[in-house]
């Protein structure tokens, strides 16, 4: 028996419309499981149920039932100020007594989504629908978490990446990537071309490294992960070889490329060339990647 009230809380079930036949993505919540989400994009509408099953016999006082749609990004060094970019409700039921099992249907129509989902080292941003029953001095809650993702076109204009770099007087290499955008299941072609070598090299690495940037102005914190490392030389080049590249992305978790997104964050990839000497010195160079963005549509489909 509730102390505030007639009998104990109800048990709430959130159904989603088509849940069983939609796409669901696996991502790992904040316990380390694995949960198999929903996946919807921009535009798309929401709707479902919300069951309340009481117990044999009782009833339940309430001060109102509601459902919202909310958007969140939540910075994990500051999580007392989460950023609801997204909030939608409906009154589900007026205050009164919850009397026997009952099913409120609703619905969030062409729900803009302006920003993916993403969960990286410092920041998360996540949608979640929220059903809550509320009384007087307690409130019952049952969240259903969903994914979003964005579409975009393929760019109009997309430039390759050419670039020399070198040591004066001991080493100049020029290198060259086909494009600057590539979608999540490209492949990054690529020559590295040696115009001068007087250091005795002994291999070359290539590493896609993902920088998450958290905060503004001196509270900027930098996050690099390092995706991908392939090792695309062994043993010394001499003037005027050339080493191909052909990275394939597919087998790789990554992300779209996020500028400033709502002011919070941003994730920018970089291709980081490493050549090491045989006295382990290690000289590099980085170049960004403009994006390794989504440029095609249904690269986030699951099976």
């Given amino acids: 028996m509730s102390f505030f009230g007639f009998g104990a809380g109800p048990e709430i079930e959130l159904i989603l419309d088509g849940e069983d036949t939609r796409n669901k993505v696996e991502v790992k919540n904040e316990d ?3 949960e198999a989400c ?16 009481l117990r044999k016999g009782s009833k339940y006082e309430h001060t109102g039932i509601k459902v919202e749609l909310v958007g969140v990004i939540e910075v ?4 007392g100020n989460p950023d609801n970019f997204l909030t939608l409700h409906k009154e589900l039921a007026r205050p009164g007594d919850l009397l026997q099992n009952q099913l409120f249907k609703f619905e969030f129509p062409n729900v803009e989504k302006p920003y993916e989902t993403y969960t990286g080292t410092n920041v998360k941003l996540r949608y979640f629908i929220r059903v809550s029953i509320s009384k007087r001095l307690s409130l019952i809650v049952k969240e259903k978490q969903i994914l979003v993702h ?5 760019p109009d204009v997309n ?6 770099v070198g040591i004066e007087d001991c080493l100049h290499i020029e290198f060259e990537y086909n494009r600057s955008k590539y979608h999540l299941k490209d492949v990054i072609v690529g020559k590295i071309y040696f115009l001068l070598v007087r250091i005795k090299v002994k291999t070359m690495e290539l590493a896609i490294i993902k920088r998450e940037t958290t905060g503004t102005g001196p509270n900027t914190v930098n996050e690099n992960e390092t995706i991908a ?10 003037r005027g070889e050339s080493i191909p590249i052909r990275v394939f992305l597919a087998g790789y978790t990554l992300t779209p490329t996020f500028k400033d997104v709502n002011k919070k964050f941003s994730v920018r990839y970089y291709l980081n060339l490493v050549l090491v000497d045989e006295e382990e010195r290690r000289y590099f160079k980085q170049q960004v990647e403009q994006t390794l963005k ?10």
């Fill in 38 to 53: 929903p996946l919807y994009f921009d535009g798309e509408t929401i709707s479902g149920q919300v069951k309340t099953t």
């Fill in 294 to 303: 989504i440029c095609l549509i249904n690269l986030y489909m699951c099976a």
């Fill in 229 to 238: 490392k392939f090792e695309i030389m062994d043993g010394a080049p001499v």
């Fill in 76 to 79: 994990y060094y500051d999580r």
């Fill in 159 to 164: 430039n390759s990446i050419k670039m020399e």
């Fill in 150 to 154: 964005t579409l975009a076109q393929y």
């Fill in 32 to 34: 380390g499981k694995i």
